[in-house]
Each structure stands twice: as C-alpha cells, then as structure tokens.
C-alpha cells in the first residue's frame, strides 16, 4: 500500500510541474482549457500596458506619415522571425526545429520584400549576463548569417534553402539538458513526424507569411495559422512589441525596454512554458532587428 502511495505522489508531482499549483492535479482538457484561458488574460494585460512602459524609452519617435508606412511594412520581417519559431513549438517541433522555421520565415519574408534593399549584418544583441532565452535569440542571428552570405533580396525562396537553415540551426543551437523534454534531437512531433513532412510544413508557413504586406496584415495571418485560438494572444503580444522596438528605433534602448518587459513577464504569474514562449520571442525579434541592414529603395 505504502508503494501505491508514493506511486500516485510522483504522478501527481509530473501533472505539477507545469504549473505548481494542487489545483491543477486533474489533466483533463476542461482543466488544461482553463489554465490557457487564465494566461491569456494576463498576456492581454501585459500587452495592454506595454506601449505606456516604451515611451519611457523614446523621446524622438518619428510621426511622419510615410516613415510609419514604410516601417511598418518592414516591421512584419522582425514579426515574422518570432512567429516563425512560435509557430514551429506549437505545431510540436523542437527547440532547434523551431529555430529553423523561424529563420526560414525570416528570409523567405526578407526575399519578398521589394521597397527595401536588405542584407545581414551578422550582428547578435549583446547580453550582460547571457540566459537560455538569450541564448535562442542569438543562435537564430547565427543560422541566418550560416546561410546567407549575399543580399537577402536576392535569394530565391525553396524547399533546399529550408533545409540548409534548419541544418545551421541543428548546429547552431544545443537546448541546455534541464530544459528539454529528450534529446538534444528532440527535432520534430514527438508523436512521430517525418523529416520531410516538416520541412514541407515549414516552407509552406513561410510562404504565406511572406507575402504579407505590413505588420497587421502579418498578425492577422498568423492567428488564422496557430493550432490553438488561445495562442493569438501571445501573437498579439509580439506584435505590440515589434512595433514599440520599431519605433523606439535606438539599439541601446530596446535593450532597456526588453528587459524591463522581461521582468514584467516574470512577474506575471505565468506557467513556465509560457514565460519562456514570450520571452523567447522578444528575444528573437531583438536580434532580428539588430540583424538585418534595410535601405528604402
């Protein structure tokens, strides 16, 4: 009997550790259900109030109409690098798997894009103390810059470049062991997808991202894609942080405000899975900015 006991402790401690609360003890969908929908009310408050903690980081916003246009346009590059990696955990791949998509979305959109001139700089945002999450953002610079050694414009968008870009995120980035499920390989479905369905998926996602026109347009697109309606939020949370880095302009100072924006988020209350999604995806959309060179045309 004792043996029962400890047998049902450790079930109940593996069902805990997404969350840590008693309460969430029952697995069933009702309860999973719940827990989304608690998150994202929180995720709709972060998202609410982060405009109000940007302008403390900008005093020389531009308003002309057609700076606004353009960037706006532009913003939907550093959107669409983040969503592409968002979109891959949640479609069940792995941490370097989703690094790939993201990067693969990110160049695909780059090659689309006909008012700018865009090249890499092979620039990663430099961290005082660098984290696992920083860790991501930094490793997705490093795929891209693997990869494309020429003007981004100019590449042509395939299934063989989706394959180069997850081969340079293979080994680009090792996910520490104390926060992965399996393996460093931990590639795909853990269900059992094969590579090449991936791969297909991923340039399929990465085509329709990119022929998006600006920033909106991009979220919107994205929402009509992620698996599960609770998700738009985190999507809609990205897009308010994309256009306030854009805005904010100076490097130094997105640093500032990411930061501050990270602590929010550690402060939340959110599951742990949910904070590393967020913070993951800033992080991510900070390199991005910091990677790619663009010239109006």
């Given at each position: 009997?004792?043996n ?36 994202s ?59 790939g ?76 062991a ?39 347009a ?55 899975e ?7 995806m ?16």
């Open positions: 009997m004792r029962y006991f400890i047998f049902l402790i450790f079930v109940s401690s593996i069902a805990l550790s997404a969350c840590g609360h008693e309460e969430t003890v029952v697995i069933s969908d009702s309860g999973k259900e719940q827990v989304l929908v608690e998150e009310k929180v995720i709709r408050q972060l998202t609410s109030g982060m405009t109000a903690v940007a302008l403390h980081y900008s005093d020389t916003r531009c308003n002309t109409r057609s700076w606004k246009r353009f960037w706006q346009r532009i913003a939907r590059v550093f959107y669409n690098d983040a969503c592409g990696y968002a979109w891959g955990r949640r479609q069940g791949f792995g941490w370097q798997l989703s690094l998509c993201g990067a693969v979305t990110s160049v695909f959109t780059v090659a689309h894009i006909e008012e700018a001139a865009v090249c890499v700089s092979g620039v990663t945002v430099a961290y005082q103390d660098t984290t696992v999450v920083e860790q991501l953002g930094q490793a997705h610079n490093q795929i891209i810059t693997t990869v494309v050694h020429e003007d981004a414009d100019s590449l042509e968008t395939s299934q063989e470049l989706v394959t180069d870009l997850n081969d340079a995120a293979f080994a680009a980035f090792i996910f520490p104390n926060h992965r499920k399996s393996n460093e390989f931990d590639l795909f479905n853990p269900e059992g997808m094969d590579y090449a369905i991936a791969v297909k998926q991923e340039f399929d996602f990465a085509q329709m991202m990119s022929l998006v026109q600006d920033l909106d991009a979220n919107e697109k994205a929402k009509s894609l992620f698996p599960n309606v609770h998700y738009c939020d985190d999507l809609d949370f990205l897009k308010e942080y994309v256009s306030n880095i854009v805005e904010i302009g100076d490097k130094s100072q997105i640093r500032l405000f990411t930061d501050e924006m990270c602590k929010s988020i550690d402060n939340a209350g959110l599951s742990t949910r904070t590393l999604d967020l913070k993951a800033m992080a991510i959309a900070e390199n991005s900015y910091s990677l790619w060179i663009i010239e109006e045309k």
